[in-house]
């Protein structure tokens, strides 16, 4: 399982960040990449960091299972194995549909001099962070195909990472970008799982102030 990881792990890369940079830059001319987010030490900037941190870490566990790690022997069952595989396969395929839903307005990272389009139809009807949700299942089913102790970091490191993300940046923004419309759609969706998560109105106002 450790090198169908690392093959999975590389079509997640590819498909995730290179493939949609390329029909990105197809589309619009632009790629679409805003980078980390914030000043130096702020919120906004640890939530990149972090994010970046858990890709390195993520890949690293294969690699050191390669090397001799091994796995924590609870997770060993194969039946665990298998089934990690396929949250990561599709994880990877709900990742790029969900960001194809986004079409022209997909980014990596928030510019506040942009105004894009508040996104509300497909897999963002049932969850405002449908990408999210998929990177994070994706994460989780590659731990579980290698399950060593960097693998589980990794994860961790990766739902920190998509938590801040979206807390401290995604949703601000949205919320002072679109105001009202943004806030009834978070009162409506939730933010990762269907019905969970959803914002009540003066949440979303105290976001925009």
Same mark, same amino acid.
């Given at each position: 399982? *450790?090198?169908?990881?690392?093959? =999975?792990?590389? +079509? ?6 290179? =493939?949609?940079?390329? +029909?990105?830059?197809?589309? *619009? ?34 690699? *050191?299972? !390669?090397?001799?790690?091994? %796995? #924590?022997?609870?997770?060993? %069952? ?7 595989? @396929?949250? @990561? ?20 990272? $928030?510019?506040?001099?942009?105004? *894009?389009? =508040? ?9 405002? &962070? ?11 089913? !590659?731990?579980?195909? $290698?399950? &060593?102790?960097?693998? !589980? /970091? ?5 739902? $920190?990472? !998509? ?10 923004? /949205?919320?002072? #970008?679109?105001?009202? %419309? ?13 019905? =969970? ?10 976001? +925009?102030?």
């Amino acid at each position: 399982m *450790t090198t169908g990881a690392l093959v =999975l792990f590389a +079509v997640y890369l590819g498909v995730g960040f290179g =493939l949609r940079t390329w +029909v990105q830059v197809r589309r *619009t001319g632009d790629t679409g990449f805003r980078g980390i987010s914030g000043r130096l030490g702020t919120a906004e900037w640890w939530a990149g960091v972090c994010f970046v941190v858990a890709l390195v870490t993520g890949v690293l566990g294969p690699i *050191t299972a !390669l090397f001799g790690v091994d %796995p #924590l022997s609870f997770l060993t %069952p194969p039946a665990v194995q298998w089934i990690g595989a @396929a949250m @990561a396969a599709a994880g990877i395929f709900a990742t790029f549909v969900a960001q194809l839903e986004m079409g022209s307005d997909w980014r990596i990272g $928030v510019d506040e001099s942009e105004h *894009t389009e =508040l996104v509300t139809s497909g897999t963002f009807s049932m969850v405002r &962070n449908p990408i999210f949700t998929a990177m994070g299942a994706t994460g989780i089913g !590659l731990a579980l195909m $290698v399950p &060593n102790v960097v693998s !589980l /970091l990794g994860v961790v490191l990766l739902l $920190v990472a !998509l938590e801040l993300q979206v807390r401290v940046v995604e949703e601000p923004f /949205l919320a002072r #970008l679109h105001g009202a %419309p943004y806030a009834a759609y978070a009162a409506r969706v939730g933010r990762f799982v269907p019905g =969970l998560g959803r914002m009540s109105p003066t949440t979303t106002t105290r976001s +925009v102030a």
